[in-house]
T-cell receptor, first 111, second 113 residues
Framework: LAKTTQPISMDSYEGQEVNITCSHN???????ITWYQQFPSQGPRFIIQ???TKVTNEVASLFIPADRKSSTLSLPRVSLSDTAVYYC????????????FGTGTRLLVSP | DAGVTQSPTHLIKTRGQHVTLRCSPI?????VSWYQQVLGQGPQFIFQ???????GRGNFPDRFSARQFPNYSSELNVNALLLGDSALYLC????????????FGQGTRLTVV
């Protein structure tokens, strides 16, 4: 399964745009890229998923370059409640879903 | 609609004991997966079940077992508990087992003393 590399932590301020980049050099042809958010003592929550180019939903955008060896999660105008750990995952191409979580990126949003 | 529900929310066990954790998936979801999350780390895959059959197993010892019932609920069993089994155990459900959005429960916090 493809290994992912993310920054350990990031700091931001309310109202700013936050971009978290994930490297996945060994991504397989049929793998998808998925991002989850996790608050302390809660289960992860699905944010967004994509295969290539750009995906946007009501909470985030996901940018995937043509070579798919990296991806960037973009959170527009973050608020204090966006303080959480963000996980980048690749996989799902085998047909059954074994989510492989790394250590994630701890995002701290300050006033 | 109720989300993924897990029980109990917390429990404390003694080394060597056995524990059973329970999970009810979202209505209509046929796939249930179990994850272990140790403090400070990301969740680690333990098992996936789909239509009552095991579809995947992570790198965990045979002390860990699971099953899925006809109503798609699931149990995770851990025998001969070790201190290192202390963790948050998460259950996730999805419509199918593939590249679909997984919905996680709040988890069961297991403390082994």
């Amino acid at each position: 399964l493809a290994k992912t590399t993310q920054p350990i932590s990031m700091d931001s301020y309310e109202g700013q745009e936050v971009n978290i980049t994930c490297s996945h050099n060994n991504i397989a042809t049929n793998d998808y890229i998925t991002w989850y958010q996790q608050f302390p003592s809660q289960g992860p929550r699905f944010i967004i998923q994509g295969y290539k180019t750009k995906v946007t939903n009501e909470v985030a955008s996901l940018f995937i370059p043509a070579d798919r060896k990296s991806s960037t999660l973009s959170l527009p105008r973050v608020s204090l409640s966006d303080t959480a750990v963000y996980y980048c995952l690749v996989g799902g191409g085998t047909g059954f879903q074994k989510l492989v979580f790394g250590t994630g990126t701890r995002l701290l949003v300050s006033p | 609609d109720a989300g993924v529900t897990q029980s109990p929310t917390h429990l404390i066990k003694t080394r060597g004991q056995h524990v059973t954790l329970r999970c009810s998936p979202i209505s209509g979801h046929k796939s249930v997966s179990w994850y272990q999350q140790v403090l400070g780390q990301g969740p680690q895959f333990i098992f996936q079940y789909y239509e009552k059959e095991e579809r995947g197993r992570g790198n965990f010892p045979d002390r860990f077992s699971a099953r899925q019932f006809p109503n798609y609920s699931s149990e995770l069993n851990v025998n001969a508990l070790l201190l290192g089994d202390s963790a948050l155990y998460l259950c996730a459900s999805s419509l199918t087992g593939g590249v679909t959005e997984a919905f996680f429960g709040q988890g069961t916090r297991l403390t082994v003393v």
